[in-house]
Structure formats: C-alpha cells, structure tokens
C-alpha cells in the first residue's frame, strides 16, 4: 500500500504541476467521471448512428476482438492484484465483444473462411466465387509421403524450367529451414519465411521471389492470408494429414488460395490418409471451381494469370542508412571502390547519425552504427599503411 500511494501522489503532482504523467491512462475511468467497471470511450463512439463496418479477413479478426479484452485483463490484474496500479487501471481497456456489438449497428463480414460466428450471425449471405481475371480455383492433388521431398524436388524444377515460382508449407519452423538447407544442397534457389523472420525483411523476401531472385519459398503459418503472388503456380502442403490448427479446413482452403492467381497453379498435398480437414477443403474447392469453369465457359472467358506490379514498398519502409542491413559484411568500402576520402567522409556522416540515434534512445541501432565505424576506421588504416 505504501508503494501504490507512494505512486499515485507522484503522478497527482505530476499531473498538479506539468498536465499530465507517466500511465496518465490508468487513471482515464477518474478524469473521465466513469462509474466503476464502465466502458471507456473509444472511436465508434464518434460515428453516426447508421455507419456499417466491414471486418476484413473476419475468420481471424472477429476472435481478436473478444481477445483483446482478456490479454489486456490477464495483464493488468496482475499489477493490481499485487500493488502495482489503483483498481481504475482496469477500466482502461480496448472494449468487450458485446460492447463492441452493441455499437456496431450494421457488420459485413468479408473472408473466403468464414468461422461459425459470421454464419451464426449474418443475415445474408452473397459469394463471390467467380473472379474478374476468370481465374478458377487450383487443382489439389493428394500424393503419399513416400519420397515426397524427391517428388517435390522434381516437380520445383519443372516450375522453375517455366519461370514459375513455388510455395511450400511446412508445419515447424525448424522443419522449414532443415527443408530449405536441403533444397540448396541440390542447387534450387531457396528461401525461408516463418514468424521470426521481421517484417521489413519479409517484404524483402516476398518481393525478391516474385523478381525471380529465388524460385521457392518455404513457410509455416505465413502462407495463408494476404498472399497475392501471381508468379507462383505450385503450392505443396507437406503433412497435410497431421490435423490441427495450421492444417485445419480454414488453413488449408487459405492455403490452396494462393495458387489461385496463376492460370497454371497447382496444389499438391502429401499425406498417408485423408483427414476430414483435407476432404472438406478438397470438396469446398471444387465446388468453387465447378462453379467458376461454367461461369467461363457460358460467357466465353479465357482465364489469364493476375498482371500485378512488383512494389517498391521495401524501398519506403527502409531507413536511408549506410550501415549494412545484413549481419556479416561480404565486402569491404575499399574493395567496392571507396577512396581513403570518401570512407573518411562516411565516417563523419555515421558518427553524427550514431549521435542522433544516441540522443533518440535507439541504443541499439547506435551501436551497430559504432561497430560500422570501427571497422571503416580500420580499413582506412590498411589504406594508409600502403
């Protein structure tokens, strides 16, 4: 009790003397005049009364929701409990799924999986099966696992010979890199994609496959929404019969939508039995391209793979620094070319971007900025000892 009075008498004075203080939001429930346990106004509450959401992707994103409250609760409950914050604290939180729904007067729900609270709730329903590009939805084909990496390896190449790309889907990330390390051995250009991979360099990679820089990428749950790569004509689902979250119906129909944007793409499943995830996922996708194939054949469309720019958007996102992104250095300033002046030169420039990193608290992106410094300064003296 000391410590917590002690804390809020600090902040009371803070606030007494500057306006506000550190966690000044712990005590919004107060300055806002809200009973106890009340909801905190949030944006919904500037909206007109007829506004509609749309909820994109909603399969993952109506579950979020509702998880938002309880991640905050669990965390904040603690701190309470143990003295660390005032009982007010708990009533700045994102808002419950009912409270939510209660604000919300008009919902779209928009996903190619939509999950048992948008069928339990929706009013309607409209598919848009057919698309613009009459691009049908892949094939899948289930083949056993017996010398699936073989088959895999052969069926690689045979896209690669076409200038195509491959996705392959692996259900660990150790998994994915084992299988990455052994692609290369066999000389097929490789690259790996899972959760531990950050998000600049992410973009990187995605864009670096559909440039042709690499012919397959192999991931574990980044594969499934949002992908839209029309380059990639193959995805092989390794394991597919393992049944869980990652090869669930909901993953696996995502999964199968990516080679939905090339005319020639494929899905291979390697799996000893057809679990029900795999039957109703196979069975949903063709009924789609049932439907897409007689759309296309009583108008009279040819499908044509998706024509998509290459972004740059790794270009914006990453910092205009002279320090190289990777972790090891393959050449030095002086073998790129660099005279002893112009190293000298970028010495100076990095020092004074080391010093503004330092003054922004971005400590550890100056020390990388130092170590550049130290090897550049070495480097100059190798310059002058000759």
Do not use: W
């Not at 209660?102 to 099966?129: C, K, L, N, Y």
């Not at 929404?225 to 193959?234: M, T, Y």
């Not at 597919?240 to 080679?259: H, W, Y």
């Not at 108008?299 to 914006?316: L, M, R, W």
Request: glycine share 6%.
């Amino acid at each position: 009790s000391h410590r917590l009075r002690q804390r809020t008498q600090f902040d009371m004075e803070m606030m007494r003397e500057l306006g506000f203080c550190n966690g000044i939001e712990n005590y919004s429930r107060i300055l806002d005049n809200r009973p106890p346990g009340a909801r905190p106004y949030c944006l919904l509450d500037f909206f007109p009364e007829d506004f509609i959401c749309f909820i994109d992707e909603s399969h993952q994103t109506v579950p979020q929701i509702g998880g938002m409250f309880e991640g905050d609760r669990s965390r904040k409950q603690t701190l309470v409990d143990f003295g660390f914050r005032l009982p007010s604290a708990l009533d700045n939180r994102p808002q419950k799924f009912d409270e939510f729904l209660e604000h919300v007067p008009q919902m779209v729900f928009v996903s190619a999986t939509p999950g048992g609270f948008e069928h339990g709730h929706s009013t309607r329903v409209v598919e848009q099966i057919v698309r613009p590009t009459g691009i049908v939805d892949p094939e899948v084909d289930v083949r056993e696992t017996h010398n699936q990496i073989d088959d895999l390896m052969n069926e690689i190449r045979a896209r690669t010979e076409s200038g195509e790309r491959t996705l392959v889907t692996t259900l660990t990330k150790k998994m994915s890199e084992d299988l990455t390390d052994y692609l290369m051995e066999y000389g097929i250009r490789v690259r790996y994609l899972h959760s531990e991979v950050d998000t600049l360099e992410r973009i990187q990679i995605i864009r670096q496959l559909r440039l042709g820089e690499f012919d397959v990428l192999v991931g574990v749950n980044l594969l499934r929404e949002g992908l839209d790569l029309p380059e990639v004509s193959l995805v092989a689902i390794l394991d597919a019969d393992k049944e869980g979250f990652l090869r669930g119906e909901t993953s696996l129909i995502q999964t199968i939508g990516r080679a939905a944007r090339n005319v020639r793409g494929r899905v291979i499943m390697y799996a000893d039995k057809e679990s029900a995830a795999m039957r109703t996922a196979i069975s949903e996708t063709d009924r789609r391209r049932e439907i897409q194939v007689a759309y296309n054949e009583r108008n009279g469309i040819t499908p044509a793979t998706v024509q998509k720019g290459i972004s740059d958007i790794s270009d914006f996102l990453a910092t205009e620094s002279k320090v190289p992104r990777g972790g090891r250095r393959t050449q030095s300033r002086a073998e790129k070319g660099m005279s002893a002046e112009e190293i000298a030169r970028t010495i100076v420039e990095l020092e004074e971007e080391m010093l503004a990193a330092a003054e922004d608290l971005r400590f550890e992106y100056a020390a990388k900025l130092r170590d550049e410094i130290k090897t550049l300064r070495r480097e100059l003296e190798q310059i002058g000892a000759k």
